[in-house]
């Protein structure tokens, strides 16, 4: 049977659109995060490694409070009788998001802040660093594109004084 000359420009044709949208979307996932105008590096990519040992990390040390689907409180918002507020969410629904890494890492590590008569307890005597980022890992894991890049704008971007 011969193959018609159809078939080969077909195959011409999507050569032709594969060389031309396949390095198009290597590069749209590789830009720049850029929010009010302010540019930050491209969102880095989460490293299953840590993600997988943050699940096990999270489960065992957070999930009690937090819970293991990291919805939290349902009453994370109302302060309770001591002026303390119960355990906020960790995904998208929560404003872990809102923090940079550095802060992040500084809450779990030293605790809430006792202003507030916080109850999130430090874990700096049982977790190391490395371990606390992993859990970070794995709650990045669970957020949107959207939180994500919020997070990460607000860790990457250069000071402002
Ligand atoms: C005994 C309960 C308890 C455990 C266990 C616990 N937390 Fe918390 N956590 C809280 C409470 C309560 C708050 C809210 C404190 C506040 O608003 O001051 C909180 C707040 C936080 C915040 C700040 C969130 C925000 O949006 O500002 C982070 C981050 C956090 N916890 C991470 C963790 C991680 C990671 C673990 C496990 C290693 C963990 N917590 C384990 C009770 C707990």
């Known amino acids: 049977m011969r193959v018609s000359w159809r078939f080969w420009f077909f195959i011409l044709v999507l050569i032709g659109a594969a060389a031309i949208l396949i390095p198009q979307i290597a590069l749209q996932s590789n830009q720049p995060v850029v929010i009010n105008q302010t540019a930050v590096p491209p969102l880095p990519r989460l490293d299953p490694e840590k993600v997988d040992e943050g699940k096990v990390l999270y489960a065992q040390y ?26 906020p969410p960790h995904d998208s629904s929560g404003h872990t998001w809102h923090h940079p890494d550095e802060l992040l890492l500084d809450i779990v590590k030293n605790g809430g802040d006792p202003v507030y008569n916080s109850k999130m307890p430090a874990f700096g005597d049982k977790l190391s660093d490395e371990e606390i ?17 919020f997070q990460w704008w607000i860790t990457a971007r250069p000071d402002w004084e």
Do not use: Y
């Open 133 to 149: 980022i992993s859990i970070l890992e794995f709650i990045k894991s669970k957020w949107g594109t959207e939180e994500r890049e």
């Open 62 to 87: 957070c999930a009690e409070c937090h819970g293991a689907d990291l919805k939290g409180s349902p009453t994370w918002k109302q302060s309770l009788a001591d002026g303390s507020f119960p355990p």
